[in-house]
């Protein structure tokens, strides 16, 4: 934080408040060159951050100073454990809402960037399509950067954020749309260099045909993957988005119907773009049920503090 001098007095009050959670205090006078004041660092226990920095953005520290937040991947303190120890909840548990709302704030920025990584994923997932190949059609899931907006919308309806439903939708929207439309006369250009055949849906597909098939079980995996999806980026564990990523069929889906409209099969494109509608329903869905679930266990977290009961 770096603290002008006439907010010293409330930021203090702030971090006596959350004593007990907080440890390894360093303040540095008038280290702050821009904007001015002290500089103070303070590792804080996850479970009471959003508290915390929601104090800070109440007397001020955000519109005057400065409040940046960052991971301590390791902490070998007495102290530190102490708060650890006397924070409600778990670690991994805990959702710092800030850190959430931010990084759905960055997620539904429409960009060149963006833009490109849908538009190669889709490619990628076309030829896997072509080629039958369930390698490329993972790799195309990895690459595609979708889920960023689909989470994004998730906490703009939990939160009731609209501007970020609204963005994230426009986002997705181009995102798709512009892969599809590229990738298109992409798969003409191949096929006129026979690197295509003529036509790739008459060919068998054991491997990949069930991205233009949609049934009930595209649902289900889309709802089980927006749960998994929308946990790993409010907790601490963040190891399992990368099998979100490969478990819904969201760009390879938008790719089928790219081939599908190159090569007048309307029925696949219909049931291909079904698949897809499928899938951003269920993730957006369950991400918001999982949101709103986490905003009520921690309202009932902080209700039994406030009534002075341990939490059970």
Known sequence: MIVPQTLEGPVDDVIETHRAAVSNIIRIPRAGADP?????????????????????HGVGLDRDGSISVSPVDLALSRAAKESAAAAFGGEDDAVVWQEVESRA?????????????????????????????????????????D????????????????????????ALTAG?????LLTIPCAWILTVLHIFPSDPFAIAHPNTAFIWEPNALSYV?????????????????????????????????????ALSLAYGRWSTAATSLLQLLINLIAIVTAGTITLVVQLMLVRRRDEKRAMGRPQG
């Open 36 to 56: 001015r004041g002290d500089v103070i660092m303070c590792d804080v226990t996850r479970t009471a951050a959003t508290d915390l920095i929601a104090d800070l």
């Open 176 to 180: 798709y749309g512009i892969g599809i």
């Open 105 to 145: 704030g960055d997620e539904v920025r429409l960009s060149a960037v963006f833009i490109t990584f849908m538009s190669v994923a889709t490619m990628i997932a076309a030829v896997g399509v072509v080629s039958d190949s369930p390698i490329l059609i993972v790799g195309a899931m990895v690459v595609g950067p």
């Open 221 to 257: 995996v889309g709802l089980l993957a927006g749960v998994a999806g929308v946990l790993s980026l409010t907790s601490a564990k963040s190891g399992a988005l990368i099998g979100v990523l490969i478990s819904v069929t969201t760009v390879p889906a938008a790719a089928a119907a």
């Open 147 to 170: 889920f960023g907006p689909l989470a994004a919308m998730a906490v703009g309806f939990a939160r009731r954020r609209w501007r970020v439903v609204r963005q994230s939708s426009l």
